[in-house]
């Protein structure tokens, strides 16, 4: 059974820390105003939604006790309808949309909504550990060199040899196309600590290579210095994402379930797939992933028209380039996370929602979203405009 996705809505990004624009929201009340409007726009009786999947990272505070089952009571729906919380660390919204996908396709759901939140102005990244070590000592035995990504995105620019000036571009590309579009209804306009909160927080438009030229490396110490002898050193807060709030959601139906209750589908899930890689070097994943994901539907790169690759930082969409080829016009052409920000639970279903509007606006057929994620992973989703 064909599962398809029918609407797609995402908050603006607010800067996640205290003063961001969405930083005096309880997380759930903002994924909640999502889902109510994402149901509300499809005109179907809420009952008939059959879960609710949710990407949340940090599972602390206002985050924890599921968040999806809270943001869905937050949302008016009835209490009949359930909700469960996703950790695939930055790829979680993106794995609700692959757990939709999956029950709609077996015909155990109808209609999924498949959404994510992250509040990192007040449950910043890492806040869910309680201050302790979250990698026992098995695994720290099996893989002494474990870093945290900012190191490994610094391992896959020393890998495949991308260096700070081609980083710089990229960053500055990204705030330059994103700035450049008309986000329109893909946003969903929420009350701001200074007023009606209907654009993303994040984007610079006067970015140049030249300002990020001066920034100093992000992540480098003396200590992780002598540890990596050969490494350059050049990720910085220019050309890494920024963390960020945000909620986003995403309604997957079967196709009968559309046609019956007359909603239109707007990109068909053709195929979903994750991958374990190298928790060392961590952020490479979504090279075997696209692989896997190209050679399960007999596809070349050449035959997607839009592709995102999540700008967790620029070595990573410039490392899957120089793996996989194709044309880096059709990468991350709306901008991405570099620009738009990085709310790690939300980001997956809020780069669907760019990638749907991405598709109509260019009239692609095809889009492929790919994500890097702690601890060695990454999701692939191939989708067709219909």
Not at 56 to 81: H, M
Not at 244 to 263: K, Q
Not at 300 to 315: M, Q, T, Y
């Amino acid at each position: 059974m064909s599962a398809v996705i029918v609407d797609v809505l995402r908050t603006a990004s607010g800067r996640g820390k205290p003063g961001g624009a969405l930083s005096a929201w309880h997380p759930a009340a903002l994924l909640g105003t999502v889902i109510a409007e994402l149901v509300d726009r499809a005109g179907i009786d809420p009952a008939l939604v059959d879960d609710v999947v949710a990407g949340c990272v940090s599972q602390v505070g206002q985050q924890t006790q599921n968040v999806a089952r809270t943001a869905a009571l937050a949302a008016g729906l009835p209490v009949t309808v359930p909700g469960t919380t996703v950790d695939r660390q930055c790829g979680s919204s993106q794995q609700a949309i692959h757990f939709a996908h999956a029950a709609v396709a077996a015909g155990l759901a109808e209609c999924v909504v498949a959404c994510g939140v992250e509040l990192m102005s007040t449950h910043p990244i890492g806040s869910a550990a309680l201050d302790r070590d979250p990698i026992p000592a098995q695994v720290h035995g099996r893989f002494p060199a474990l870093t945290h990504q900012g190191v490994a995105a610094e391992l896959v620019a020393t890998r495949f040899g991308i260096g700070r000036e081609a980083q710089d571009a990229y960053a500055a590309r990204s705030h330059a196309r994103a700035a450049a579009v008309t986000w329109g209804d893909e946003i969903l306009p929420v009350a701001g600590i200074a007023g009606t909160h209907a654009t993303d927080e994040t984007i610079r438009p006067a970015t140049t290579v030249d300002g990020l030229a001066g920034l100093q490396p992000a992540f480098r110490t003396d200590a992780l210095a002598a540890r990596h002898p050969g490494m350059a050193w050049t990720v910085t807060a220019g050309n890494a994402s920024p963390l960020t709030d945000g909620a986003s959601a995403v309604l997957v139906t079967s196709e009968a379930f559309a046609e019956r209750h007359g909603l239109r589908p707007r990109v068909r899930i053709v195929d979903s797939v994750v991958v374990g890689s190298d928790p060392v070097e961590m952020l490479s994943g979504v090279i075997p992933a696209t692989q896997r994901i190209l050679e399960r539907n007999r596809m070349r790169i050449d035959d997607v028209d839009l592709v995102e690759v999540n700008e967790a930082f620029a070595s990573i969409p410039l490392a899957w380039l120089a793996a996989i080829g194709g044309d880096g016009d059709r990468l991350n052409a709306r901008g991405g996370a570099i620009a738009l920000g990085h709310a790690l639970g939300s980001s997956g279903t809020r780069i669907m929602t760019t990638l749907v509007h991405g598709l109509e606006r260019s009239r692609g057929r095809l889009g492929l979203q790919t994500m890097c994620e702690g601890g060695g992973m990454a999701n692939a989703t191939l989708v067709e405009r219909l």
